[in-house]
């Protein structure tokens, strides 16, 4: 049986945080070491520039930063291949390929692209590779031949678009080249978990985050000022669960559900304060997230070391790309001098 291809990858913005941990991190770790998958993990720094075209020095700062979360996490490159987006040649050409086969209306109406330009409040200037960003996706995906993509539930469209680009394109071209992809989605209710705040996302942005890379004290005074219920001001007060977010995260973290169900069960009747289940969870939090700051500090040591490792990634990524690449122009007839 043909081994099935994984593609997935982070904008590199900054260091990655538990949201990125719970929601692909520990998903892409499984899969990688199921031995059921050939695993591509891209840094997206040439989507990332899309929006940070006049701050390069943060994309290639981020970069660095999001390899060693990697690695921390144990995406291991023996097992997967970790690449960078901007050295790949064949993925601006396949871009441009395929943007022939998609109407500016369809990109227009594509919700995810929407929504994200709404967040960050573009207006009327949205740069053109922001909103060729579906196509650029697609780009990545084809070119590894990718049958699995770990996205959250507010990427379909976006797989959605890269499908409709490979009908289209095996279609016009008479040849079944480009590969359809699937959706491998996190378990529900772990796609995205809410911030220190109790906004519904967790973000660098918004400064709501606990960082993979924190330090012990850090996370403390995280946990510790993280929201609860604004209504729970005594300790013998009944406290409301439901949407309180230290509950939130023990739901996650704490491999102790009975635990985890009697704490709450306290809280509902009175008799729980928020000092104690705060520092109950830093306790779990801690104890999730050491060992992985500590494999992070040890490989920061060799930093050339981290840069080989995403070289030597590149190096084959762009073997699989040039092949892809070479069957696409084929398939269009541009190989005049083969």
Do not use: C, W
């Not at 291991?76 to 022939?100: C, F, G, R, W």
């Not at 529900?188 to 400064?207: C, Q, T, V, Y």
């Not at 992070?296 to 070289?311: F, N, S």
């Amino acid at each position: 049986m043909t081994k099935k291809i994984i593609l997935t990858g982070d904008r590199p913005t900054g260091k990655l945080h538990i949201g990125h941990y719970v929601g692909s991190l520990k998903n892409r770790v499984e899969l990688q070491n199921s031995g059921d998958y050939e695993t591509f993990i891209m840094i997206a720094d040439m989507q990332a520039l899309t929006d940070n075209a006049r701050d390069p020095e943060k994309i290639r700062h981020s970069l660095i930063q999001v390899a060693l979360d990697y690695l921390a996490v144990g995406i291991d490159p023996k097992k997967s291949t970790i690449l960078v987006q901007s050295q790949i040649p064949a993925l601006p050409e396949l871009t441009q390929h395929y943007s022939n086969l998609v109407t500016v209306s369809r990109l227009n109406r594509n919700p995810t692209v929407k929504n994200e330009i709404k967040q960050k409040k573009f207006g009327q200037s949205v740069p053109v590779g922001f909103a060729m960003y579906p196509i650029s996706q697609a780009a990545d995906i084809t070119a590894f031949k990718a049958t699995t993509v770990p996205v959250g539930d507010d990427q379909e469209p976006m797989l959605e678009q890269t499908r409709e680009i490979v009908r289209t394109f095996n279609s016009v071209y008479n040849d079944d080249i480009l590969v359809e992809p699937e959706g491998y989605f996190p378990p529900k209710g772990m796609g995205r978990i809410p911030g220190l705040d109790g906004n519904a996302k967790m973000s660098k942005s918004l400064g709501n985050a606990i960082y993979l890379a924190d330090d012990e004290d850090t996370i403390q005074k995280k946990v510790m000022s993280m929201y609860t219920d604004p209504n729970h001001i005594h300790v013998e007060d009944p406290g409301q669960v439901e949407g309180n977010t230290v509950f939130t995260y023990l739901d996650i973290f704490d491999p102790d559900k009975q635990k985890v169900q009697d704490l709450k069960d306290q809280y509902s009747h009175g008799g729980l304060g928020d000092v104690k289940i705060k520092r109950y969870l830093n306790d779990v939090l801690q104890a999730e997230l050491k060992p992985i700051r500590e494999r992070r500090e040890q490989y920061a040591k060799d930093e050339q070391g981290v840069y080989d490792i995403l070289k030597k990634g590149s190096e084959h990524a762009n073997e699989v790309a040039n092949q892809t690449l070479k069957e696409v122009r084929d398939a269009i007839g541009i190989n005049y001098f083969d």
